[in-house]
Each structure stands twice: as structure tokens, then as C-alpha cells.
């Protein structure tokens, strides 16, 4: 789960991780009121939009104001309208909200960010002097400019290790003490709160030496928000795919894709095989759609109801093989889903492992033109080539 710049920069202050002062907008007359308290004498603020999405900067959606009434405008223009960036894709996202904060004067622009790093099965910590870019670009063209410092989860990170950082960031011995106690606030904030994902781009060095973060985003481990319903009340379902929500709702992993072959398969492992042997023969994937391995009837019934829901979606492919997962109950969610909402666009199935010949039994005698296929390259074929005659 993501959540809003405003809303990790809360998360932030209650670590100790110093942030400019700012509130949310909904409303251009709400912009006005805040960049009025925020506002003295020859100083700015910055309205910025609020979506899911990074480079915003780019896409205008980060605009400076000198008075309350630039601040109403640049609110006015921002909110209702589409923002697109280059992580929003060509759709772009509507700007609901804003934040309003106040300016600082910026002495230097850094990058920091935490992340999990699976193959070390450890949290990592990676730093860089080249802030305000995409790190995206640095990576690719110039990797030795990024830190990374690998944190024992039994001792959490040291202060040497965040002194290591500091020095290696190029920061001079009267400011190794701000580093480590913003370093140290950003891991309690990340290990406490169960993220997945927190980064600053940029943290910025101010004028009078203070280090505050500009930017802040903020990824969660769905998993662990049971612990933190006050975490789990900032999600913003109108920043997300209907598709997806309503996957949740049944505890399906669904994930939107750009293609136009709708996939229902049971294990992630299995998921990917899928999508990867339909762009093999030149097909593609409309969703990532794992409904695990001991689905119901009716979790079945409402993954198919999402994948035809999708106008996108030209012919649909379920893969799926029995293990814990039984192919009757597959059987029996399908023909309980088609009997409901129809089916529309052709449909290939292949079963395989426990009561498949069941499953087929059923499948065969339910009264709807179902393609039946026996192996993965069967099915993808036979998939590929229906949608391609839709």
C-alpha cells in the first residue's frame, strides 16, 4: 500500500525526521488559508499535488508562490485537473488534493531511501549527493555515485553506519551528528511502521545548515497493516485500479496490466509462467491475477467477474494446476461465473493435478463454448490466437 507525500511526511514527524511546515488542501480557498500562515515577509511557499505518482516536478505539478493569491491559483489549476508524469503513464491521475508548505533556501540536494533488499534478506540503506534527480537515471548512468549500507535486522542500524554514510555524502564534522539522528528516525520510521519502502529525494541541506526532507514517500508491506490501522485509514482507493480493490476484497492478487488476454492462475510462480509464455507467442497479459492455492468457489466467481469486467480483455486463459487447490472447485466458480455475468469473449482452460478430469467433466457439460487445452504451449496458442480473432 502507498500513500500521499502529506501523509509520510506525518509519519516522519513522528520520528523525529525533520519536514517542512505545511497541511493539505482540498480546495483552492484552503490553499490560500495555509500559504497565509505559512507566508512572511519575502518568503514563498510551494503548492504541490498529490497523487501516486513520481516526477511531478516535471509535469508542473509543483508550482512556488509568493502571496496567499498565487497560492489560490496555482491551487485552482492544479485540482480537478490530470496530472501526467512519467510513472502515471499516458492516462495521467487527477489531482485531488495539494500541499501547501513552506519554501526554504536549499544549500544542497541529496537522495536517501530504504528499501529491503531480498537477496540479502536484509534492509539496505542507499544514499547519494545527486538529490532532485530520478535515481532511476543515476543508477543506470553513473552506479558508483550511490551508497549502500546493509543493516543487521538484529542490531538495527548503527551509528557508525550512519556516520559512514554521512562522511561518504561528503558532510563536514558539525553536521555528522544531524545525519545520523535523521538516518536514525527514517529506520525507526521504516522497521516500526512495517514499510517496504521509504524514500527522501530530495533531503536538502538548507542555508543556515538544517537538514529537512523536501520530499517523502512512503510503501507498505500489506501483510503487516493489521498492526497499524492508522496507517491502513490513510489508503487512498481513488489513486487505485477499481479491479484491484475489489480483488482485495476477496484476498486476491490482482494486479492491471496494459494487454488484452485476461489471466486467472492459481500461485504466483505459476502466474508468471503464464504471462511469460503468452508474450512468447505474441500474446499479452491484461492482469497478473493469483488466486492461491486454496481459493473457494466463490473467490473463483469473483476473480472471473473482474477479469470480464475489464473491456480490455479479448479472450481469457485460466491455468491452473490441483494441488491443494481442487480443479472442480476451478470448474465450479467458472460455470457459476459465466452462468451470472456470461461469457462474452473467448475463454481456454487448462486443468491440471487434483479432480482435474472432474473439473473438465464439469467444464464440458456446463453448456458454454469453453476451449479446453492439456499443456501451457496448447493453452497460450490457443488463447493468443482467439483474441487475436476478436
Known amino acids: 500500500m502507498n500513500i500521499h507525500e502529506y501523509q509520510a511526511k506525518e509519519i516522519f514527524r513522528r520520528f523525529g525526521v525533520p519536514v517542512p511546515r505545511g497541511r493539505v488542501a482540498f480546495s483552492p480557498t484552503e490553499a490560500e488559508v495555509i500559504a497565509e500562515e505559512l507566508l512572511g515577509e519575502g518568503e514563498i511557499?510551494?503548492?504541490k499535488a498529490q497523487i501516486h505518482a513520481g516526477g511531478r516536478g516535471k509535469a508542473g505539478g509543483?508550482?512556488?508562490?509568493r502571496t496567499k493569491q498565487e497560492a489560490f491559483e496555482h491551487a485552482r489549476r492544479l485540482?480537478?485537473?490530470?496530472?501526467?508524469?512519467?510513472?502515471?503513464?499516458?492516462?495521467g491521475k487527477e489531482v485531488k488534493k495539494v500541499l501547501v508548505e513552506e519554501g526554504c533556501k536549499i544549500e544542497r540536494e541529496l537522495y536517501i531511501s530504504l528499501v529491503v533488499d531480498r537477496s540479502r534478506e536484509r534492509v539496505v540503506v542507499m544514499a547519494s549527493q545527486e538529490g532532485g534527480v530520478e535515481i532511476e537515471e543515476v543508477a543506470r548512468k553513473t552506479p558508483e555515485k550511490i551508497i549502500k549500507e546493509y543493516i543487521d535486522p538484529a542490531v538495527g542500524l548503527m551509528p557508525y553506519q550512519a556516520r559512514k554514510i554521512a562522511f561518504r555524502l561528503g558532510f563536514d564534522k558539525k553536521q555528522i551528528g544531524k545525519v545520523v539522528r535523521f538516518l536514525g528516525g527514517l529506520y525507526n520510521a521504516f522497521t516500526s511502521t512495517d514499510a517496504s519502502l521509504v524514500e527522501v529525494n530530495p533531503m536538502v541541506v538548507t542555508g543556515e545548515g538544517e537538514l529537512l526532507a523536501?520530499?517523502?514517500k512512503m510503501g507498505f508491506d500489506d501483510n503487516g497493516l493489521f498492526r497499524h490501522?492508522?496507517?491502513?485509514?490513510?489508503r487512498d482507493l481513488d489513486e487505485e485500479d477499481p479491479r484491484e480493490i475489489e480483488a482485495s476484497r476477496y484476498n486476491l492478487n490482482y494486479v492491471a496490466l496494459d494487454g488484452n488476454i485476461g489471466c486467472?492462475?492459481?500461485g504466483a510462480g505459476l502466474a508468471m509462467a503464464t504471462m511469460d509464455i503468452i508474450k512468447l507467442y505474441g500474446g499479452s497479459p491484461a492482469n497478473f491475477l493469483d488466486v492461491g492455492g486454496g481459493a473457494s468457489q466463490e473467490q473463483v466467481q469473483s476473480a472471473f467477474k473482474i477479469l470480464t469486467s475489464d473491456r480490455n480483455v479479448k479472450a481469457i486463459l485460466v491455468n491452473i494446476f490441483g494441488g491443494i487447490m481442487r480443479c472442480d472447485i476451478i470448474a465450479e466458480g467458472i460455470v457459476g461465473a459465466a452462468k451470472e455475468v456470461g461469457i462474452k469473449v473467448p475463454l481456454v482452460v487448462r486443468l491440471q493435478g487434483t479432480n482435474m478430469e472432474l473439473g473438465r467433466k464439469i467444464l464440458s457439460e456446463s453448456g458454454f463454448n469453453i476451449i479446453p487445452?492439456?499443456?501451457?504451449?496448447?493453452?497460450?496458442?490457443?488463447?493468443?490466437?482467439a483474441a487475436g480473432k476478436v
Request: net charge negative; with cysteine; charged share 25%.
Open 62 to 65: 509543483v508550482k512556488l508562490a
Open 229 to 234: 490501522k492508522d496507517i491502513e485509514d490513510m
Open 264 to 266: 486467472m492462475v492459481n
Open 214 to 216: 523536501l520530499d517523502a
Open 79 to 91: 485540482l480537478g485537473n490530470v496530472l501526467v508524469t512519467h510513472q502515471t503513464g499516458p492516462a
Open 45 to 47: 511557499c510551494v503548492v
Open 373 to 385: 487445452a492439456e499443456t501451457m504451449d496448447e493453452a497460450a496458442q490457443k488463447v493468443v490466437e
